[in-house]
């Protein structure tokens, strides 16, 4: 159903200059699929799911040596020459080695990453090839409308950077009481229970108002994030910071969810899958 994302690199010992952006993945997984980008490698081999092991897959490769840099060797993308060819020809777009296109007439590697970000945030997607998920590495699905795909890696490129926590997001969370700001005990109270509003409590005082049951319950990969985060800062005093960003990432959920429907629509406007 399509060409293998990227040559998959091993991943031991990847130094830093190795990435502008890239993606965790699991080759295969037992729990909810997930894809986890990032700007820098981390060293944890099971960041995506608590019992697959992860592998990143870096968007571009770099000169690792002194030599190759003076020999004016230059960063190269991490695809293979046989996808590059066929995504081109597919689409009719001439490939660009390096960065993003602002015209629809050409196509950087950037554009496929935002475009293959969408796809895998299609819930459709996840659903239609669920049992082959469990088994391998994600594949992707080339497209040959040029309209669908430049939808989709729009849409790519705005979960990424929402993801990576790098645009501004509106707040949809409140912390209304004041208190020691202590993660004592995380529980959550469905909207109608005392409350109009979902809230997650942190203490026996004090929570977080305005997470609604999806936002609550949203996974990445084997993680409920929403909880994750609290559990993870058990007997910790939050800071100002730390209260911020959670309200952040709150709304980076549902904003997500949002944005995956909206994918979703793209995708079926065009005809749904097996993309043409």
């Known amino acids: 159903d ?105 196509v950087g590697p950037e554009d496929i990453f935002n475009y293959l970000y969408a796809l895998f945030y299609s819930p459709i997607y996840r659903s239609r090839y669920a049992e082959f998920l469990k088994i391998d590495f994600p594949r992707l699905p080339i497209t040959s409308n040029p309209s669908l795909f430049w939808s989709l890696s729009n849409l790519g490129r705005y979960l990424l950077q929402l993801h990576l926590m790098e645009i501004s997001v509106p707040e949809i969370v409140f912390y209304p009481v004041a208190g020691n700001d202590k993660v004592e005990k995380v529980g959550y109270r469905e909207p109608g229970e005392q409350s109009e509003l979902g809230q997650v409590w942190i203490n026996k005082t004090q929570y977080f108002e305005g997470v609604s049951p999806p936002v609550w319950t949203f996974y990445i990969g084997g993680y ?27 709304s980076a959920v549902a904003i997500t969810l949002s944005v995956m429907d909206e994918i979703d629509y793209e995708i079926s406007e065009s005809g749904g899958y097996p993309l043409k």
């Not at 200059?17 to 993606?23: F, N, R, V």
């Not at 081999?45 to 230059?74: A, C, N, W």
């Not at 409920?224 to 910790?236: A, I, S, T």
Request: proline residues 6%.
């Open 2 to 106: 399509g060409s293998l994302l990227v040559w998959v690199r091993a991943t031991s010992n990847i130094p830093y200059y190795i990435l502008k952006c890239g993606m965790w993945a699991t080759k295969q997984t037992r729990q909810a699929i997930a894809f986890f980008p990032s700007r820098i490698p981390f060293g944890q081999h099971k960041i995506v799911d608590p019992y697959d092991r992860s592998y990143i897959f870096p968007l571009y490769l770099y000169p690792e040596t002194q030599v190759e840099i003076d020999m004016g060797m230059v960063r190269q993308p991490n695809l293979t020459s046989a996808f590059i060819q066929d995504f081109s020809t597919r689409l009719n777009l001439k490939f660009v080695p390096d960065g993003k296109e602002d015209n629809e007439q050409t």
């Open 224 to 250: 409920q994030v929403c909880e994750k985060w609290l559990k993870d800062r058990k007997g910790r005093q939050l800071t100002y910071n730390d209260i911020d960003n959670y309200q952040k990432m709150i």
